[in-house]
């Protein structure tokens, strides 16, 4: 196309120049030669002023399209300036929370290793006296063989929704082995580790094993929260609880993943320093549960204001209390509708959990109470983590399900 505009101009401007000589010769001005003489230079001439004028608009492209170059030029600068100093407060980021999780690391090694020396070898004392039944020192050296050889287990159990069934938390729960292997009854060695004054021992080494799973499922970006079962001894004794808070403030960013456990003889038995220790982790974003509620008679507001979120009823308890019209949380038996009791808690900003559910009967009376999660042997049993616990496939359709044995 530029081409047949160059010709139809080079056309116009021969016209231009014939139709002068012409009309220089016609009108007599000058004789023939020098007509087309002066035609010809006419069309110079005019070649000449269409040549200066092409290269000034061509001038005029050129200089644009340098000024917008530079303005590109000056953009794609700043644009780099700006990822660069994105890059530098990567990295600096990337330091410091790799410094944080090396600190973190080291902090648990030194945990494990200070667990190990309190606890001591077979036959040594703690800080209680040996008991001096024959059997009570057998549990109690056994309990303490375990721990000191780091035998200890955990055990989760699903919580799920109601009534869809899927699993949104795990309860965890500690069990020990002795030398050959064999799993020590729960109520024996508990009962045991309290005599033997080593159940901030047994509440540590739980907190290790669920914070070292939150990571592993954190680390894929797979969501799950665990309830983490804490002794009323280990909230209230002030030798072992700064430690505790310690290891808890390294973690803090799984405030969101661990939720504290206490029964509900605990929490009405704490003491001022349990208040006070129960406070200090709520300040650090992390939650509370309280579970084996033998009574209905509950201090909503109380609990809601020392962090409680989560309460646990057993499910055949919550159905007598309502069938035998107790009064609950301060109302008047029959005062609140069956539907209106997980709201109820909700408007404290506690979420009502019915455990202990072990048959398709009790789920119906209780989906019938509106509550939104359910656990017990019904949706499955207690059962030990794998050491490849983790799966890529969820069992149940949920996002949150961690591999266990059998």
């Not at 009323?232 to 290891?247: G, K, Q, R, V």
């Not at 646990?312 to 509708?337: Q, T, V």
Request: proline share 2%; charged share 25%.
């Amino acid at each position: 196309m530029p081409r047949a505009s160059d010709i139809l101009i080079l056309l116009t401007y021969i016209t231009i120049a014939g139709v002068a000589a012409i009309g220089f010769e016609f009108f007599g001005l000058m004789p023939t030669l020098n007509a087309w003489m002066m035609g010809a230079i006419v069309f110079i001439v005019a070649g000449m002023a269409h040549s200066a004028a092409a290269r000034g608009q061509e001038r005029r492209v050129l200089e644009t399209e340098i000024h917008e170059l530079k303005a590109a030029n000056l953009a794609l600068a700043e644009e780099f300036e700006a990822a660069q100093a994105r890059i530098d407060e990567i990295a600096d980021e990337l330091r410091t929370e790799s410094v944080e999780r090396d600190n973190a690391l080291v902090h648990e090694v030194k945990v494990l290793e200070d667990l190990v020396r309190r606890v001591g070898p077979a036959g040594t004392q703690t800080r209680t006296e040996t008991a001096t039944v024959s059997t009570a020192r057998t549990d109690i050296e056994t309990v303490r063989e375990a721990l000191a050889a780091n035998r200890v287990d955990l055990y989760l159990q699903p919580v799920v929704t109601l009534p869809q069934r899927r699993t949104a938390f795990y309860e965890s729960y500690t069990r020990l082995r002795d030398a050959t292997g064999r799993i020590l009854a729960p109520g024996a060695f508990m009962s045991a580790a309290e005599e033997a004054g080593l159940m901030a021992e047994v509440d540590n080494l739980l907190l290790f094993r669920c914070v070292q799973i939150v990571r592993r499922l954190t680390g894929q970006d797979r969501k799950v929260a665990i309830f983490c079962n804490v002794s009323l001894n280990s909230l209230s004794d002030e030798t072992f609880f700064p430690e505790f808070l310690d290891f808890i403030r390294q973690n803090k960013d799984l405030s969101g993943s661990l939720i504290f456990e206490i029964s509900q003889k605990a929490f009405e038995e704490r003491d001022a320093i349990a208040a006070r220790n129960m406070a200090r982790m709520a300040d650090f974003g992390f939650r509370f549960s309280i579970d084996q509620i033998a009574h209905v008679e509950l201090d909503l507001t109380e609990m809601e204001r020392a962090g409680v979120r989560f309460a646990k009823i057993g499910g055949r308890r919550l159905l007598d209390a309502i069938d035998n019209y107790e009064s609950i949380a301060g109302y008047e038996a029959g005062a609140i509708a069956t539907e209106d009791l997980a709201g109820l808690f909700g408007r404290h900003g506690i979420e009502l959990i019915v455990d202990k559910i072990e048959d398709e009967a009790t789920v119906v009376e209780v989906l019938e109470m509106d509550v939104a999660y359910g656990q017990g042997h019904l949706f499955g049993e207690p059962r030990p983590v794998r050491d490849d616990m983790l799966e890529t496939t969820p069992r149940d359709g949920g996002s949150n399900v961690i591999q266990m044995s059998a």
